[in-house]
């Protein structure tokens, strides 16, 4: 399939806030209630349309077990945008917001776009923290902010995509050095077939002579 | 034209000394065209326009002779003048008379008639003025009133300024020049003929008179309005036409002069026939209702006429001077070909909706065809990706171990470090290439045997799937063989060629796929646990079979594949041949590729254990 452009992602959050099932429901459209654990790195990939232009999302889903911090930073390079995951049913993983983001900043470009995403919003009854609170930490941080459930599907396209969409403007802003490959940003390979532009034939100039 | 000639004598006095003047004109015939016009009171060539205009004042100045002479001229007007133009014409032919465009026909008919009335003229001179006036009148009514009418029409751009004249205008003064001289009388003329027709045969216009001007009026009303909007909306924007229009519309006034008197003539001889009682004063009311009515039509008739053709005219030489040969306004007025219509565009836009989808279908095959894209698809691509991202960083920091390493200590490790790096260079020649081998076994042990903690599940899965195929494969040919109809044959194998082709590199394509991917996590687990059961040598041992392993099936995939093909190949037609060798070509090709893949996947493991070999030694020395 051809792009325009090729966005890496990754995805980031403690272990067990549903990351896996988020890419899953993204890029398969499906919930799977067990998931193994996630080794290192994995993968997912997906065709999206911005501004009539087709961009493959190349998602990078990390382990979120501490046993693998030190493996997976190193993926954070040349990542255009990031999904940072909580657990609204877990404050705990709400509270390692903080060390994920820092060390999500020291590993990545400074231009990087982070979502912040508090998942599990099926489970409202069980829910631990307020989604005002992921809001302020989201304004407080400049991340862009919204509650998910990769069970029910809510607003899991638009996390991904809103999230494009961000990149996308940092590009047209000029913000982003598309060459630059760091960026986590490629363009893609140029498919389309090369239109003819048949040279049109000279439209007739009337010229109106001035009469009287 | 006898009688006519009879009827010139009047002018024939003019007439001799037009003769002998034009005798000595033809010795200058320079003057001519002067001297014509003053002998024939200026009838003669308006071509000439300086000749013309002066002739004017000169009739305007003999109103009581031309009183006579009109009625001379009238009827058998042209004798006298052609005579006078036509002898000068004879002998200066090629000046006056051709030169002058007037109707061939015209001067024809007075060249020859020329001669007589000649003869005529001169004779007529004997004969009394007075006697022939009374005569001429009734001659002329009931001779031809015909050419009046066509003089008096030509008359009428006399009148108008003759050096403003359009060439529509000349012309009618060429044929005109004879008549000049009635012009000032028709308008006497009737008058007097009014005054003798309203004596005679009032009764009659009377009774049918007043239903008839009463129409007339409303008519003219009408169409002089029309004439006057039609023109007024014409004119804006065209100044020089407007003109024109005016001179005409001005112009046909005598006309309507004659038309006038021939009418009362024709009315006078009806009265007569009819009643001869009269009413003087209701005639005159009638008369000049009627009088009024047809010098409107006429005028609005001609005047109509005048216009349309110099609108026309204008018309036609504006689009022709900014488009010479009229190509544009055809193309705008009849080439409705070029003109798109919807129809045309819808058909494009199908079109092209097609070929977008042939293309997308097209891409979409090639693809899926694609050992590359397939690989991509499969995520081998991010998981080599991955591989070198953890691959580069374990060699980077083998350097800075290695460079902060105490001497002692790098030469303790410097032998194990070889070692391991001897193993990654792979024997290719051990290679022993579609020995069948149990894949699933070597694979399983070999994982185990890293000690590791991964599962070849992934591995296993697909090579399940893919040697499933190939059964299912074999085993529909052999059902499909029991029943073999040829043209479902031929049309099968066509259809199995790109589908096994596609199979195959499929196949490959996620093989190669999860193979890197195992190398990748493998990568990933030597750098977690340190705490290794196993020795780093062993581990890359075990890697580098199954780095064997691993190319190994997929030289034996690629030949089943082959196999697979050219069984089809077998019952194709003989065109297909050439499909087939590419096919097979590519299907090696990408075993190859495959290969390739899996060995850049297991060298990029070398630093990842180099780093683990340095750090566990590190470990222990600490």
Same mark, same amino acid.
């Given at each position: 399939m051809s792009y325009a452009y090729l966005f890496k992602y990754i995805i980031i959050g403690d272990t067990g806030v549903g990351k896996s099932c988020l890419l899953l429901q993204f890029t398969d459209k499906r919930f799977q209630p067990v998931h193994d654990l996630t080794i290192g790195v994995e993968f997912g990939?997906?065709?999206?349309?911005?501004d009539g232009k087709q961009i493959k999302l190349q998602i990078w889903d990390t382990a979120g077990q501490e046993s693998f911090r030190s493996i997976t930073r190193s993926y954070y390079r040349g990542a255009a945008g990031a999904l940072l995951v909580y657990d609204i049913t877990r404050r705990d993983t709400f509270n390692h917001l903080t060390t994920w983001l820092e060390d999500a900043r020291q590993h990545s470009n400074s231009n990087m776009v982070i979502?912040?995403?508090?998942?599990?919003?099926?489970?409202?009854?069980?829910?631990?923290?307020?989604?005002?609170?992921?809001?302020?930490?989201?304004?407080?941080?400049?991340?862009?902010?919204?509650?998910?459930?990769?069970?029910?599907?809510?607003?899991?396209?638009?996390?991904?995509?809103?999230?494009?969409?961000?990149?996308?403007?940092?590009?047209?802003?000029?913000?982003?050095?598309?060459?630059?490959?760091?960026?986590?940003?490629?363009? =893609?390979?140029?498919?389309?077939?090369?239109?003819?532009?048949?040279?049109?034939? =000279?439209?007739?100039?009337?010229?109106?002579?001035?009469?009287? | 034209m006898s009688e006519s000639g009879d009827g010139t004598v009047p002018s024939a006095d003019e007439g001799e000394a037009k003769k002998d003047k034009a005798m000595d004109e033809k010795v200058t015939p320079k003057k001519m065209a002067d001297s014509n016009a003053k002998k024939d009171t200026g009838e003669k060539k308006p071509s000439a326009s300086p000749a013309v205009s002066k002739a004017t004042p000169e009739r305007k100045n003999k109103p009581t002779e031309s009183s006579k002479t009109d009625v001379k001229v009238k009827t058998p007007v042209k004798t006298p003048t052609s005579n006078v133009g036509t002898g000068k014409d004879q002998k200066t032919t090629t000046k006056s008379g051709i030169s002058e465009k007037s109707d061939k026909s015209k001067t024809k008919s007075t060249v020859v008639a020329s001669d007589t009335n000649l003869e005529k003229s001169t004779k007529s001179k004997d004969i009394s003025p007075a006697a022939e006036t009374d005569k001429i009148p009734k001659i002329s009514t009931k001779s031809?009133?015909?050419?009046?009418?066509?003089?008096?029409?030509?008359?009428?751009?006399?009148?108008?300024?003759?050096?403003?004249?359009?060439?529509?205008?000349?012309?009618?003064?060429?044929?005109?020049?004879?008549?000049?001289?009635?012009?000032?009388?028709?308008?006497?003329?009737?008058?007097?003929?009014?005054?003798?027709?309203?004596?005679?045969?009032?009764?009659?216009?009377?009774?049918?008179?007043?239903?008839?001007?009463?129409?007339?009026?409303?008519?003219?009303?009408?169409?002089?309005?029309?004439?006057?909007?039609?023109?007024?909306?014409?004119?804006?924007?065209?100044?020089?036409?407007?003109?024109?229009?005016?001179?005409?519309?001005?112009?046909?006034?005598?006309?309507?002069?004659?038309?006038?008197?021939?009418?009362?003539?024709?009315?006078?001889?009806?009265?007569?026939?009819?009643?001869?009682?009269?009413?003087?004063?209701?005639?005159?009311?009638?008369?000049?209702?009627?009088?009024?009515?047809?010098?409107?039509?006429?005028?609005?008739?001609t005047g109509g006429l005048d216009v349309l053709e110099t609108i026309g005219k204008k018309t036609y030489d504006v689009i022709t001077e900014h488009d010479p040969g009229l190509k544009r306004t055809r193309n705008v007025l009849f080439d409705r070909g070029v003109k798109p219509n919807l129809s045309y565009i819808l058909r494009e836009a199908k079109e092209h909706a097609d070929e977008a989808a042939a293309m997308k279908k097209e891409a979409e095959e090639a693809r899926k065809v694609h050992f590359g894209a397939m690989f991509d698809e499969y995520q081998g691509l991010a998981h080599l990706e991955a591989l070198e991202i953890l691959s580069n960083q374990s060699e980077k920091r083998v350097q800075s171990l290695l460079?902060?390493?105490?001497?002692?200590?790098?030469?303790?490790?410097?032998?194990?470090?070889?070692?391991?790096?001897?193993?990654?260079?792979?024997?290719?020649?051990?290679?022993?290439?579609?020995?069948?081998?149990?894949?699933?076994?070597?694979?399983?042990?070999?994982?185990?045997?890293?000690?590791?903690?991964?599962?070849?599940?992934?591995?296993?899965?697909?090579?399940?799937?893919?040697?499933?195929?190939?059964?299912?494969?074999?085993?529909?040919?052999?059902?499909?063989?029991?029943?073999?109809?040829?043209?479902?044959?031929?049309?099968?194998?066509?259809?199995?060629?790109?589908?096994?082709?596609?199979?195959?590199?499929?196949?490959?394509?996620?093989?190669?796929?999860?193979?890197?991917?195992?190398?990748?996590?493998?990568?990933?687990?030597?750098?977690?646990?340190?705490?290794?059961?196993?020795?780093?040598?062993?581990?890359?041992?075990?890697?580098?079979?199954?780095?064997?392993?691993?190319?190994?099936?997929?030289?034996?995939?690629?030949?089943?594949?082959?196999?697979?093909?050219?069984?089809?190949?077998?019952?194709?037609?003989?065109?297909?041949?050439?499909?087939?060798?590419?096919?097979?070509?590519?299907?090696?090709?990408?075993?190859?590729?495959?290969?390739?893949?899996?060995?850049?996947?297991?060298?990029?493991?070398?630093?990842?254990?180099?780093?683990?070999?340095?750090?566990?030694?590190?470990?222990?020395?600490?």
């Open positions: 990939a997906r065709m999206i349309t911005i979502m912040l995403i508090g998942n599990k919003s099926d489970l409202e009854a069980r829910r631990d923290v307020k989604k005002e609170e992921g809001e302020a930490f989201a304004r407080e941080h400049g991340l862009i902010f919204m509650e998910t459930s990769a069970k029910t599907a809510a607003n899991v396209e638009e996390a991904f995509i809103n999230t494009a969409k961000e990149i996308y403007q940092k590009i047209q802003d000029g913000v982003f050095d598309i060459n630059n490959e760091a960026n986590g940003i490629k363009i =893609g390979p140029q498919h389309s077939p090369t239109n003819s532009s048949m040279p049109s034939g =000279g439209g007739g100039s009337s010229q109106s002579g001035g009469c009287c | 031809t009133p015909k050419d009046e009418e066509t003089s008096k029409q030509k008359d009428s751009s006399p009148l108008v300024d003759p050096s403003e004249v359009p060439l529509l205008e000349r012309k009618n003064d060429l044929s005109s020049e004879t008549v000049i001289t009635s012009t000032p009388d028709s308008q006497q003329i009737p008058r007097d003929r009014k005054a003798e027709a309203e004596e005679e045969g009032k009764e009659k216009q009377q009774s049918g008179g007043w239903n008839w001007s009463k129409w007339g009026t409303s008519i003219v009303d009408a169409a002089s309005s029309s004439v006057s909007t039609f023109s007024s909306q014409v004119g804006e924007g065209f100044h020089t036409i407007i003109e024109t229009v005016e001179t005409s519309l001005a112009g046909p006034l005598p006309e309507d002069m004659d038309e006038q008197e021939r009418r009362m003539y024709e009315e006078q001889g009806m009265g007569d026939a009819f009643n001869p009682e009269v009413v003087q004063s209701t005639t005159a009311g009638v008369t000049n209702l009627t009088k009024k009515v047809q010098d409107k039509g006429k005028s609005i008739v460079g902060a390493m105490p001497l002692e200590a790098l030469d303790s490790i410097k032998q194990e470090l070889i070692t391991i790096k001897q193993v990654f260079e792979l024997d290719e020649e051990e290679e022993d290439e579609g020995q069948e081998h149990n894949f699933v076994k070597l694979i399983t042990d070999n994982l185990l045997d890293l000690h590791l903690g991964t599962t070849p599940d992934k591995l296993n899965k697909a090579h399940e799937k893919i040697r499933q195929w190939i059964a299912d494969f074999y085993e529909k040919d052999e059902k499909e063989e029991k029943t073999p109809s040829k043209v479902r044959l031929a049309y099968k194998s066509l259809m199995g060629l790109s589908e096994i082709h596609e199979a195959a590199i499929q196949a490959l394509a996620e093989m190669t796929a999860k193979s890197v991917e195992q190398f990748h996590k493998a990568g990933e687990l030597i750098l977690l646990k340190k705490d290794a059961n196993k020795t780093f040598l062993e581990r890359a041992k075990c890697l580098a079979s199954l780095t064997k392993v691993l190319c190994t099936e997929a030289g034996i995939l690629s030949s089943k594949f082959v196999k697979c093909l050219n069984k089809v190949a077998e019952s194709a037609e003989s065109e297909d041949s050439h499909k087939i060798t590419m096919m097979v070509t590519n299907v090696y090709l990408e075993a190859t590729n495959s290969s390739t893949y899996t060995q850049d996947a297991f060298q990029l493991l070398l630093p990842v254990l180099q780093q683990g070999v340095i750090e566990n030694s590190e470990v222990l020395t600490q």
